[in-house]
């Protein structure tokens, strides 16, 4: 695994989870302590290796806020929309919850805007990636019913045995599309089987956005409804025309052979034939 080194970020992908609410407390210490002690139910779908964080914040909060109880419930992800909308239907809903879009539970009618108290809090919205964190926290009514709480990167990884192999220098900061199409020339050996990318070798390089957004487009509206002049535009018709081209030009590792390394994630890239794949950090 020392071979293989990850390289700048290409672009920030979507806020992946939302903290929606229900109702909030106060959020300053000095007024939560005139409160009378009340208890905060917070549902959350994450794995083992996420709860010693949800406790620190947890732990973090009451200390800050003595009069006010987090109850923190772990539910599997694979039952986690099945009870909330058992829960909510029988009036005994979490507080606080973690989902993907607060879009979908504003048309339920189970959760508060947030608007006051962002504007209370001076909370700035713009930090988060744009237009992507309004269709996810944003109900129809234009007011926000959700908060990010964490981002996906997507990147690229390169596999420095092949670099050095091949005598190509790693790639360098601020490199472009027109480096990596190079690049991926440079690394492909098809009688060594070994090719320089997989990116455009499934429909994930175009879903994934980057691409068309590094290309001035977007693939849907900003209310999340509409493709036309979206799915249709230069944008994406350039980035579509890229993978194209590289695909013809050879420098994408063919199907039939990228079957044979198997399952899993990065299967290319830890088959030690293929120099570049496209990865998303959670």
């Keep these: 695994m ?27 210490a000095s007024k939560s302590s005139q409160l009378p002690p009340q208890t905060i139910r917070f549902w959350e779908p994450d794995i083992a290796s996420w709860q010693p964080l949800y406790k620190q914040l947890v732990d973090a909060f009451e200390k800050t806020h003595p009069t006010i109880t987090v109850k923190l419930v772990n539910i599997p992800q694979s039952g986690f929309t099945q009870k909330l909308n058992t829960a909510f239907a029988s009036g005994q809903g979490p507080d606080v919850f973690c989902w993907f879009y607060s879009r979908d539970m504003y048309a339920k009618g189970f959760i508060q805007p947030l608007d006051s108290y962002i504007k209370r809090d001076h909370w700035n919205m713009n930090q988060y990636f744009q237009p ?11 007011h926000y019913y959700g908060l990010p709480r964490d981002v996906s990167i997507d990147t690229v990884f ?36 070994v090719y320089g990318t997989d990116m455009t070798s499934s429909d994930w390089w175009l879903e994934g956005y980057p691409w068309v957004w590094d290309y001035g487009s977007d693939m849907i509206s900003e209310d999340g409804w509409n493709v036309q002049g979206k799915l249709d535009s230069k944008g994406v018709i350039k980035a579509t ?34 120099g570049m794949v496209q990865g998303t950090l959670w």
Aim: a positive charge.
């Design 2 to 28: 020392k071979a293989i080194s990850r390289i700048g970020t290409l672009t920030t992908l979507a806020a992946a989870g939302s903290m929606l609410m229900i109702s909030v407390p106060e959020a300053s």
């Design 132 to 142: 992507i964190t309004n269709l996810r926290t944003k109900g129809l009514d234009g």
């Design 158 to 193: 390169y596999n420095k045995n092949l670099f050095d192999k091949y005598h190509v220098p790693y790639p360098k900061p601020g490199w472009t599309w027109a480096d990596f199409e190079r690049i991926a020339k440079e690394l492909t050996h098809p009688k060594d089987n």
């Design 241 to 274: 025309e890229f993978a194209q081209k590289m695909a013809k030009d050879g420098s994408v590792v063919p199907s039939s052979l990228a079957q044979t390394f198997g399952s899993g994630d990065y299967a290319d890239l830890l088959s030690g034939k293929v």
